[in-house]
């Protein structure tokens, strides 16, 4: 390393541990102003905004649903967004710009407001897959004959190539209580 190099190594040194100098009182007392984007959300923010969204549960009731979606339907309404039975009556040339304002309003409110899946269906949840798993193998214990993991790891599918409408049916009845069968395995 030449003379240049380690002068300024130094002087780098001797900067950074005079910004970890203990504080005084009147240190401690001031406010740091600090410098916020108003450009897209950083990683950080985007984790805060998620941590502030509702998350359902596996056991969660339809009342319960219907009230962690009031901020995102009061969002949605406030950029403009049409309502589903907006879409209902339109041709599909006439929904599409409908549908471009829909997008846009909830490009913005989805990722502040719309409730998170269980933790136990979440695509984040590095257990996911095994939560998946264990249901189908519940509902296969139960009788289910044609279920599996579905392609995206985290759903169920049901009714096999044939479309086996008793494997749906019975599938349908028993993934709640599968779901909160396996849930509290994995707890433990």
């Known amino acids: 390393m030449n003379r240049n190099a380690l002068v300024v190594a130094a002087i780098a040194l001797t900067a950074l541990t005079a910004c970890g100098s203990s504080a005084t ?3 401690t007392e001031a406010e740091v102003a600090t410098l916020t984007s108003a450009g897209p959300a950083s990683a950080s923010a985007q984790a ?6 509702p998350r359902e549960r596996l056991d969660s009731t339809p009342e319960e649903l219907e009230a962690m979606m009031v ?3 009061k969002c949605m309404k406030e950029r403009g967004a049409p309502g ?18 829909y997008d846009a309003a909830n490009k913005i409110c989805e990722p502040q407001y719309y409730p998170l899946p269980p933790w136990e269906r979440d695509p984040t949840n590095p257990e996911s897959r095994d939560f998946a798993v264990g249901v189908v ?5 139960k009788g289910v004959k044609y279920v599996e993991v579905d392609d995206d790891g985290l759903s169920y599918a049901l009714g096999g190539d044939q479309n086996d409408k008793r494997s749906i049916t019975k599938g349908m009845d028993l993934i709640p209580g599968c779901e909160r069968e396996v849930a509290a395995k994995l707890k433990k």
């Open 137 to 141: 193998k519940c509902l296969k214990q």
């Open 71 to 73: 901020p995102y339907d």
């Open 48 to 53: 805060r905004s998620a941590a502030q969204r």
């Open 25 to 27: 009182k009147s240190d």
């Open 84 to 101: 589903k039975d907006e879409f209902a009556h339109l041709t599909a040339k006439q929904a599409e710009p409908v549908q471009a304002k």
